[in-house]
């Protein structure tokens, strides 16, 4: 509930004016069961509140589309919660994003995508279609409605990809669905906004006077556009991907960006990778090889998940360089749904059972608590706003950060 006192221009259908505006972004910056007052509020409430209720000083905030900065204060009443998250204001996310920027100048930024990165900057009315091939990569729930339509998946079934997954491997065999999973990622599909951002921030770093080690990038997408966005900006990039299928499962391949591929089967000795060279993609969730089919890998089916359960925590399958980056960094989690299970499993294998000496944060619009619990026993905080938003405020806080650097 936000609550502010003004002078709101009466009409026909309510009322209107800056107040009104206010009034409603006060709220917005709050929490369910969270009651918040501005400062014209709280003076003319000061002498009429009962003993028993208590007014919290919130401090200022910049709240979204007003200027200035507003004082909010927050009503603790009796039988109702008193505890809540940061508020979500301007003022919040900007401190937030500075934490970020620091970790980034100082080298010690890990960043993990999940499936919502594909849409950063995707209109909600442009949807995915298979025929002709959609220009934007398509979404778990995409890709899963297809398959479950390619293979006569039961129409009352669960309709997660890894259980549809299961069925048509289970049905048709593994090969028909890599062979459809490759048709359908065999695309030049157009980056997102995520993308173009993460593959802009090696020459942001490179006009330091001493460039630190670039942020190591884990993605769960099988897709390429991220690399080719990489491409597209003239960077170089290592590729690390998993093999989840064939006689190296449970392995990973390096890609150089000369286009080798070797085997990394002994990741304690493997020296081959330095994230002060150029930036490092880990597909944790394997990846389409568009050249050579064969060499295809998805981490998609149930049985998949339940092999990829089972194997060590990612800090013992990985280059040792790779590994310690994980160890002595801040982890931002981008576009990850922790209510899907297959995310669970993926943080079970970045941080296995120990817990984050380094801030973390996951950016999650609208989490719902028990959302907000999965991250909290992680030790990692939750910042409440949309992934689009998210992108375009760091993106300029790291171009004015750096450039003041110059």
């Known amino acids: 509930m936000g609550v502010h006192t003004g002078m709101p221009t009466p009409i026909p259908e309510g009322y209107v004016g800056i107040d009104v505006h206010l009034a409603s972004r006060i709220c917005d910056a709050g929490h369910g069961g969270q009651i918040l007052l501005s400062q014209a509020a709280r003076e003319c409430v000061t002498r009429e509140l009962s003993d028993d209720i208590e007014v919290l000083d919130l401090g200022e905030h910049r709240l979204k589309d007003l200027p200035g900065v507003e004082h909010l204060f927050q009503v603790v009443v009796p039988d109702l919660p008193a ?6 204001t301007l003022g919040g996310l900007h401190t937030h994003i500075g934490g970020v920027v620091k970790a980034v100048e100082d080298g010690r930024l890990v960043i993990v995508l999940g499936d919502q990165a594909n849409q950063c900057g995707r209109a909600d ?3 995915w279609h298979p025929e002709p091939a959609g220009a934007y990569t398509p979404t778990d729930q995409e890709l899963a409605a297809h398959l479950a339509t390619r293979f006569d998946y039961p129409p009352r079934g669960p309709r997660d990809l890894a259980r549809i997954s299961q069925y048509a491997a289970i049905t048709a065999g593994s090969g028909p669905l890599y062979e459809e999973i490759h048709s359908i990622l065999d695309a030049d599909f157009v980056p997102s906004s995520l993308h173009e951002f993460l593959a802009d921030l090696p020459s942001q770093l490179r006009q330091r006077a001493c460039p630190p080690e670039h942020p190591l990038i884990i993605t769960t997408a099988y897709d390429d556009t991220l690399e080719r966005a ?14 989840a299928d064939g006689d190296q499962r449970g392995r990973f391949w390096h890609w150089t960006p000369d286009g080798r591929v070797r085997l990394i089967d002994k990741p304690n000795k493997y020296l081959g990778l330095s994230l002060e060279q150029r930036p490092v993609i880990i597909k944790m969730h394997g990846a389409v090889d568009r050249g050579h089919p064969e060499r295809d890998s998805f981490v998609v089916t149930e049985d998949d998940y339940l092999d990829y359960l089972v194997q060590a925590d990612l800090s013992n399958m990985v280059p040792v360089t790779l590994a310690a980056k994980l160890r002595r960094s801040h982890i931002l989690f981008l576009g990850c749904t922790i209510r899907d299970w297959s995310y669970r499993i993926l943080l079970h294998r970045l941080l296995g059972k120990e817990h984050l000496k380094y801030a973390s944060w996951a950016v999650h619009a609208r989490p719902e608590p028990i959302d907000r619990r999965y991250w909290g026993l992680r030790d990692i ?19 004015d950060d750096l450039g003041s650097q110059r």
């Open 83 to 88: 505890s809540f998250p940061r508020l979500r």
């Open 230 to 243: 990489f491409r597209a900006a003239g960077e170089a990039v290592d590729l690390v991907s998993y093999v």
């Open 381 to 399: 905080d939750v910042i409440d706003v949309d992934l689009d938003e998210y992108v375009g405020e760091l993106s300029g806080r790291i171009q």
């Open 125 to 127: 009315e442009r949807n």
